[in-house]
């Protein structure tokens, strides 16, 4: 394998497929990249055998064939590299790099025992704007149970049909749902679980305005925007039934400045001690919300917010970084909060747009 | 105590003594942070027993009186009020701060309690500017040892005599010493030995372009700029007669594109393994340096940086580490090395700057 090309190119892809390498002892090709000529490109792989990558650098291929070496310090090597032409020469399982006045020869590992990486088989699935499904995963992604015990909730629902994809993430204390609609009509509907780390990578690889197009196929799924496809495989089990726990009407409905409560509730939160438990009093005739927590060996914070109330009183206790967590994910200005006794679910959703909500369970009065 | 005063003004004074406050179990007020009326100021301070910090803010106070309460919840909190008029008051040995629609109250605990801080005896010292002071100690602090099996050269040398500062580090393997000259003379010479952490310290709370006055005495080191105090122990022992180290003649002397050859030093760094070892050979016929590095299991980088060479051929090994701390410290654009042997030290120095040098050991080869 022989070919010339940019440096800058050349790092831009390697940050791309470098991310999901870790540091594996027991199969160490699986620290390595793959480099492959295919044509007139170069085809630059990872897999952690749950997730693969592959992308596709154009440069003047000189000899075709193949060589793995170590992400990290191929990566390191070529992000300090000066910005111009470089070659890279496979021998004798080693790169060797040249660039202005830099050699190097890093040992590799031969190619033939890299693990395969699945090929998309079918092409029928549904396309979506990168952006729009970067920021969707952004808002959901990080409600997804960090516990192993339920599969199902560690991962990310990814459902899509008749032109809507649902993205949702619960950790069974809260849960957010995202709504991408007006997607082009496919007759392929499905659902799958993602990994969260899938949902991660696709959220850091997804960075231009093309199209991604998405394919469900035996327990696995593959994104492919231009010169990148990802493919991982999907989390196997039922997602629960959550369209059940959404409540539908509301006691007790306010409209918050956001950026103002969001001030509030992190002030207040300093006094919440080892609970996170902070403690809202919805007063319907003051137009007012107090907010309040207390520690017995900090002390304690009272804090007033205005805001419009429909509906009647109520006080209810929350842990105030899954409050944060919601609202951190909301973009409008205004924020509705519906919610109906001090033991029920919560709504929480921007003014202006449907197609997020975030519910959140009140902690029980002790 | 009853004082009112601004948000930003509080949160700026909290930031600077706040720094040495840990996380202390046996003795829970060093965790605090002492307010004390002055007449029409309040006293802000901080101690963890080796090093004490005082400032002090102008406010209006109603009440005079002193209290104390946690350093790191008083200041989260704090820097979460915006930026009005906010009330302090001590009650029952708690802090009660009002601002805006906030009402905390913060526990605390008796000031009587809080260790004194030394104050400044006599004030005869010297006088330097913030700015010059801070960027010297920075081109410095980083060079002494790590380990208090040697606890003097744990500090940092803080000498003056006859108008010039010397401030000098070492672990053994490399040392930097600073000179600041044109100081207004005074007539008490002195050295002592300053704890790591108090340079630190002063880097960081010396933040404008006023003079600070320095002063010795009794095993403690007083720093004094406008309206901030530090007072700390200082490392008793003697300071290694350093000076009898600094080679004063070269058999092999280069000039270096500074940038260029930190760039090359970091790539090849990648290739150095385990024992941080890049090989420089000196080439004076070719105006070159070739920087190797080589290890087994990774591969091997080979590059070469044109430089100005007075002097015989010379073959050399370097820790990279010690290398680019000695080059991240020098601020001009073309650098000196100055070196007899693959076994003596090696000078480096900023080209037109005479105030800094930097000793690095090379390693000795295998």
Do not use: H
Not at 239 to 255: G, M, S
Not at 327 to 342: P, Q, R
């Amino acid at each position: 394998m022989k070919i010339i090309c940019l440096q800058e190119k050349l790092k831009e892809k390697l940050s791309i497929v470098q991310n999901i390498i870790g540091k594996n002892l027991t199969l160490p090709i699986l620290n390595n990249i793959l480099l492959k000529t295919e044509k007139n490109r170069l085809k630059i792989s990872s897999t952690n055998l749950e997730i693969g990558i592959n992308t596709w650098i154009v440069g003047k291929i000189e000899k075709q064939g193949s060589i793995t070496c170590p992400a990290k310090l191929l990566s390191d090597f070529v992000n300090n590299l000066p910005n111009k032409k470089l070659s890279l020469e496979a021998k004798n399982n080693s790169l060797i790099i040249k660039c202005d006045n830099y050699k190097a020869q890093i040992k590799g590992l031969n190619a033939k025992d890299f693990p395969i990486i699945p090929k998309v088989e079918n092409k029928k699935g549904i396309k979506i704007n990168n952006n729009i499904l970067k920021t969707s995963l952004s808002q959901v992604i990080g409600m997804a149970s960090v516990s192993e015990s339920r599969p199902e909730i560690s991962g990310i629902l990814f459902s899509y049909s008749e032109g809507k994809l649902k993205i949702v993430a619960t950790d069974s204390f809260r849960l957010a749902e995202k709504t991408i609609s007006d997607i082009e009509k496919s007759d392929v509907n499905f659902s799958a679980i993602l990994l969260q780390k899938t949902a991660y990578e696709l959220t850091r690889i997804l960075n231009d305005n093309d199209d991604v197009q998405i394919v469900l196929n035996n327990n696995q799924i593959f994104f492919e925007s231009k010169d990148v496809q990802l493919i991982s495989r999907i989390i196997e089990g039922q997602y629960p039934n959550y369209q059940q726990i959404i409540p539908k009407k509301f006691k007790t409905e306010i409209v918050f400045d956001k950026n103002e409560l969001i001030n509030q509730v992190k002030t207040t939160s300093l006094f919440s001690g080892r609970t996170n438990n902070i403690n809202l009093t919805v007063m319907p005739e003051k137009s007012k919300v107090k907010i309040f927590a207390q520690d017995v060996d900090l002390g304690e914070n009272t804090t007033f917010i205005k805001c419009t109330i429909k509906g009647r009183k109520l006080e209810i206790d929350f842990n105030y970084r899954y409050l944060l967590d919601g609202l951190s994910n909301i973009f409008s200005e205004k924020v509705y909060f519906g919610m109906n006794d001090a033991l029920g679910p919560a709504l929480i959703k921007p003014i202006g747009d449907n197609s997020y909500i975030y519910i959140v369970m009140p902690i029980k009065p002790a």
